[in-house]
């Protein structure tokens, strides 16, 4: 089967800055792929690319079997779009502002945009303008799912929503790809990312720097403890750490009558919490770095695309 998306050596300059660096990749119809990256990465400008908002300066786009620069208003229709800005008209309702979105993006099942705005819990019946940021993301949501389109490229489309309307917002993804639906996902969230989709590529710099399953990247593989105990010696607990797998900057000290561990550990969490089981725990936290820090611990630091280099 063609790929939904495919990506070929995707180039985009800003004078002398590179965007986005020989970007090359493949969605599958009926999948859903997930970019992510950390802020400045790329994601907005590939998307933009793929929507034809802006034109690469070298490379090959092909969406749903075309090329976005000739196809024109016929394959806009096919694809729904968040973008990461919105630019609304203020003064309309809502609800005026879907129904005015729905003449040009063709027919929307009966019932489907009362049915999505309810379940994101949205009111259609205020004007625009008064929107909070995070129901002026609704609204852009209901307007990119409404149609049912073929393909949806939304650019981190849970900023400013609250984790409810997030957790609905990823099931409506799921049902996306139910019905044969091919989303693409940016977000610099990685478990978002962990949640809705089957194939994820990193961005660092413009570059892919990974690309696979969500499990086989490993960067979910990363977290920070952080521990505090009773009736134990800073000394002991160090001993009995030290020759763990998977540990890094492990740091232990005393504090306000407790002992205070904090370390990453990158891979198999069991060894650590079985070691540190057999004391007096007072509390433990276990978090996830945020993306930057996972990509940079697993892919390096990736080498800035050199200014003015030329790829065309
Ligand atoms: P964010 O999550 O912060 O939006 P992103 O991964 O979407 O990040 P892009 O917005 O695509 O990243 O930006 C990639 C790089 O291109 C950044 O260094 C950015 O400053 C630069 N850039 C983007 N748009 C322009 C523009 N119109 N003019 C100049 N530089 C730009």
């Known amino acids: 089967m063609n790929p939904a998306i495919d990506l070929t050596r995707l180039h985009k300059r800003y004078g002398r800055r590179t965007a986005v660096d020989s970007l090359s990749l493949s969605v599958e119809p009926g999948s859903v792929f997930g970019?992510?990256?950390?802020?400045?990465?790329?994601?907005?400008?590939?998307?933009?690319?793929?929507?034809?908002?802006?034109?690469?300066?070298?490379?090959?786009?092909?969406?749903?079997?075309?090329?976005p620069r000739s196809a024109g208003a016929a394959l806009r229709r096919r694809i729904g779009f968040v973008p990461g800005e919105l630019r609304l008209d203020g003064r309309m309702t809502g609800r005026r502002m879907l129904d005015f979105y729905s003449q040009a993006s063709g027919p929307?099942?009966?019932?489907?945009?009362?049915?999505?705005?309810?379940?994101?819990?949205?009111?259609?019946?205020?004007?625009?303008g008064t929107l909070s940021k995070g129901n002026k993301q609704k609204?852009?949501?209901?307007?990119?799912?409404?149609?049912?389109p073929e393909l949806l490229v939304l650019d981190e489309p849970t900023s400013g929503l609250d984790p409810?309307?997030?957790?609905?917002?990823?099931?409506?993804v799921r049902e996306a790809r139910g019905r044969g639906q091919t989303v693409l996902l940016?977000?610099?969230?990685?478990?978002?990312?962990?949640?809705?989709?089957?194939?994820?590529?990193?961005?660092?710099?413009?570059?892919?720097?990974?690309?696979?399953?969500?499990?086989s990247l490993r960067l979910g593989a990363i977290r920070r403890v952080r521990a505090g105990f009773e009736h134990v010696s800073?000394?002991?607990?160090?001993?009995?750490?030290?020759?763990?797998?998977h540990l890094a900057d492990l740091?232990?000290?005393?504090?306000?009558?407790?002992?205070?561990?904090?370390?990453?550990?990158?891979?198999?969490?069991?060894?650590?919490?079985?070691?540190?089981?057999?004391?007096?725990?007072?509390?433990?936290?276990?978090?996830?770095?945020?993306?930057?820090?996972?990509?940079?611990?697993?892919?390096?630091?990736?080498?800035?695309?050199?200014?003015?280099?030329?790829?065309?």
Not at 108 to 128: K, T, Y
Not at 164 to 172: A, G, T
């Open 35 to 67: 970019l992510i990256g950390p802020n400045g990465a790329g994601k907005t400008t590939t998307l933009r690319m793929i929507l034809d908002i802006i034109r690469p300066t070298s490379g090959a786009v092909r969406v749903l079997g075309q090329d």
């Open 186 to 215: 940016s977000s610099h969230v990685l478990s978002e990312i962990q949640q809705a989709a089957d194939s994820v590529a990193v961005l660092s710099a413009g570059r892919i720097v990974a690309e696979g399953n969500v499990a």
């Open 139 to 148: 609204l852009g949501i209901v307007q990119a799912f409404m149609h049912e």
């Open 234 to 245: 800073e000394e002991e607990l160090r001993r009995e750490l030290a020759h763990l797998p």
């Open 251 to 312: 740091e232990i000290a005393r504090a306000d009558g407790s002992v205070r561990l904090s370390a990453t550990v990158e891979g198999d969490i069991d060894p650590f919490v079985k070691s540190i089981a057999r004391h007096r725990l007072l509390d433990l936290s276990v978090e996830e770095p945020d993306l930057e820090e996972s990509v940079l611990r697993l892919y390096g630091s990736p080498q800035p695309p050199a200014e003015g280099a030329d790829h065309a």
């Open 108 to 128: 929307v099942p009966a019932g489907r945009i009362d049915l999505l705005s309810e379940r994101l819990g949205l009111d259609l019946s205020r004007r625009v």
């Open 164 to 172: 409810l309307v997030q957790r609905e917002f990823l099931q409506l």
